[in-house]
């Protein structure tokens, strides 16, 4: 598929669109002349009515493209902050025809998405949009042209439906794509010594964290509290909902609609969270459990196979502003006996550090992208970058300061080892990250050899100008 080589850029950019492209047509029609409105039977969106309000560009199984659409995503690609200098109409139009047959496929193949996942990101996408336009939902559909908040609400929910069947459809496309160690090295091999890719600096980091503790306390006020929420809702009756709107602390909950739905076969959430989520049955109440966010109480919705709707109250213990000192201190002292050589930094780290996943460790991070202890730098995260920029090998930082992922303060110290300058890719150095260069290619392949022979087995109708395009894929089927 020579048009996924070709537009790489284009496909990020849409992936960066998903919250911004709420004009794309994404009505299923069939074809007939009538200008009223024609009644759908088993389309995707069987509660509408679709209206030719201008001309079909092209038709991809159960999916039209209408001549505005390739404009209006130039138009949105553009606002956005994208660049298609040099992106053509065809090219454009080629990728809505590739995100259609995506789409098309997915229902043909009963991938499910969470409807309820989908609304809590239309719930997002809307709050976002509403402070671009100031707050007012009249402004924003006077954008949009849309008469109502609810029009726009259902435009916007199919378009993110058929997103995410686009996207979980190239997921199962690759999702047994493997290679192996020789087809790794038969892919280093074949690249001219000239053109091999460079690799940048890359670095080990090592850091020492102290997490300022809340007292037992506060902690067992907490735990009071939401059994006092679990006895509200189990016998007298109260709204599970009302306790999280009221005194829930977790941001995500609201922008998913007050509820998230777990799947046993996709983990998502802690360990602890799951656990607590899956032991329940429908309308039950977990007792009060801790994660690195807060505690927690857990109510099951509905239970549907392997997926449960829940909701959940988190409640974090408040830090008192000597415990924030107290954690500070400690850190600085461990610091100095390391500068004092009475400790080494590895030691320091099992010794003292309150990060559970690198205390065992001596304090290495690892790389989320590699999975490795190395850290390319222009790769790096901003933040990190930031912190360790002029450190030199094996120089300490000092104490730094930080939000931690639940927004609580904690300090850290920081040390480099093992920098690697900017250098040709070699294979044995490399090999993981030429491995997943290989496999890029290799899902390539296969999402080319399923787009060649989808297009010839789906019904697709590309009109007008449009078909004067040359376009990669075989979308006319000369």
């Known amino acids: 598929m020579k048009f996924i080589n070709n537009s790489k850029t284009i496909k990020v950019l849409f992936v960066a669109l998903l919250t911004l492209n709420v004009l794309s047509a994404q009505e299923i029609i069939e074809e007939k002349k009538e200008e009223k409105p024609v009644e759908k039977k088993d389309s995707v969106l069987s509660t509408f009515n679709a209206v030719k309000v201008d001309g079909v ?39 809505l025809l590739e995100n259609k047959l995506y789409a098309h496929h997915a229902i043909q193949d009963s991938i499910q998405v969470s409807d309820v996942e989908i609304r809590g990101q239309v ?62 090295r038969e892919y280093f091999d074949k690249i001219p010594k ?15 964290v102290a ?37 829930g602390e977790d941001p995500g909950l609201k922008q998913s609609g007050y509820i998230y739905t777990l799947d046993r076969k996709k983990p998502r959430m802690v360990k602890e969270f799951r656990q607590a989520a899956f032991a329940l049955q429908e309308g039950e109440v977990s007792e009060p459990f801790k994660t690195d966010f807060g505690y927690h109480i857990v109510y099951c919705q509905k239970i549907k196979g392997q997926k449960y709707d829940i909701c959940h109250v988190l ?75 002029n450190l030199k090998d094996n120089d300490i930082s000092l104490v730094l300061t930080e939000q931690d992922r639940s927004g609580d303060t904690k300090f850290k110290i920081l040390m480099v080892t093992d920098r690697i300058d900017e250098h040709k890719a070699d294979y044995a150095r490399d090999f993981l990250k030429i491995k997943e260069l290989a ?40």
């Open 57 to 95: 560009a092209s038709v991809v199984g159960d999916f039209i493209i209408l001549e505005s659409d390739v404009p209006k995503e130039r138009e949105q690609i553009i606002a956005a902050g994208g660049n298609l200098d040099g992106v053509s109409d065809c090219e454009l139009m080629g990728s």
């Open 123 to 184: 719930d997002y996408q809307v709050q976002q949009f509403l402070q671009y336009f100031g707050g007012s939902m009249d402004k924003l559909l006077k954008y949009y042209k849309k008469e109502d908040e609810q029009s726009f609400r259902d435009e916007m929910f199919e378009i993110n439906k058929n997103n995410q069947l686009a996207s979980k459809m190239q997921a199962k496309i690759v999702e047994e794509v493997e290679v192996t160690p020789e087809e790794v």
């Open 194 to 208: 000239d053109k091999r890719p460079t690799f940048g600096t890359e670095l080990k980091v090592s850091q020492i």
């Open 211 to 247: 997490i300022p503790k809340a007292s037992e306390e506060e902690e067992k006020r907490i735990i009071e509290r939401l059994k006092g929420f679990k006895e509200d809702v189990m016998v007298r009756g109260a709204s599970f909902r009302s306790k999280a709107v009221l005194y």
């Open 315 to 389: 409640m974090k213990p408040k830090v008192s502003n000597s415990a924030i000192k107290e954690a500070k201190e400690r850190l600085e002292k461990v610091r100095q006996r390391i500068t004092d050589g009475e400790i080494s930094f590895a030691e320091a780290a099992k010794e003292a550090s309150d990060e559970e996943e690198t205390r065992k460790d001596g304090g290495k991070l690892i790389n989320p992208e590699t999975q490795d202890y190395n850290f390319e730098l222009t790769r790096m995260d901003t933040e990190l970058y930031s912190q360790i920029q």
């Open 439 to 478: 496999l890029k290619e290799k899902q390539l392949r296969a999402i080319e050899d399923w787009q060649s022979e989808k297009i010839l087995d789906t019904y697709i109708k590309v009109s007008g100008k449009y078909r004067e395009c040359d376009f990669s894929g075989n979308w006319l089927k000369k």
